[in-house]
């Protein structure tokens, strides 16, 4: 699976994502050993902390399907920018994908991949 193929599953989930209050859509695709992929978006809450953001929605539904062999995740928003993940969402990572990267893209359409271990140095382990 190519960084161009993930980032275009990405911005496929992100019309499903669910953000009437802060209008910022999210979405995500992540790429297992075997090439197939889980996708999430972000789905917000009138409470608003039940909101969970679009990587933790596909990191969750693929590890609640047995899955754990990840390659790689894209992040895309409505931005328009690079949309890096929370600190919250760094951590999830962090816990069952330390050593592979993160795919995201620029405002002049640059893919490009950045290390989740640089993301988060020194991530919490029990
Ligand atoms: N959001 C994500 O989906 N992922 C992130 O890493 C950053 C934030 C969502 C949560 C909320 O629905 C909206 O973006 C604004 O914070």
Redesign the pocket.
């Known amino acids: 699976m190519t960084n161009e193929e993930l980032i275009a599953i990405a911005k496929k989930a992100m019309e499903n994502s669910y953000?009437p209050y802060?209008n910022?859509n999210?979405g995500a695709a992540i790429c297992l050993s075997d090439g197939s992929v889980y996708t999430g978006c972000?789905i917000?809450n009138s409470s608003y902390p039940v909101?969970i953001?679009?990587?933790r929605t596909a990191l969750f539904k693929a590890v609640s399907e047995g899955r754990r062999d990840f390659e790689k995740i894209a992040i895309v928003s409505s931005s328009g920018e690079a949309?890096y993940?929370?600190g919250m969402?760094r951590q999830a990572l962090f816990e069952f994908m330390a050593d592979k990267k993160v795919v995201l893209e620029d405002d002049n359409g640059k893919i490009f991949e950045v290390d989740i271990k640089d993301l988060i140095p020194h991530g919490f382990k029990l």
């Open positions: 953000a802060s910022f999210v972000n917000e909101t953001c679009a990587e949309t993940p929370c969402c």
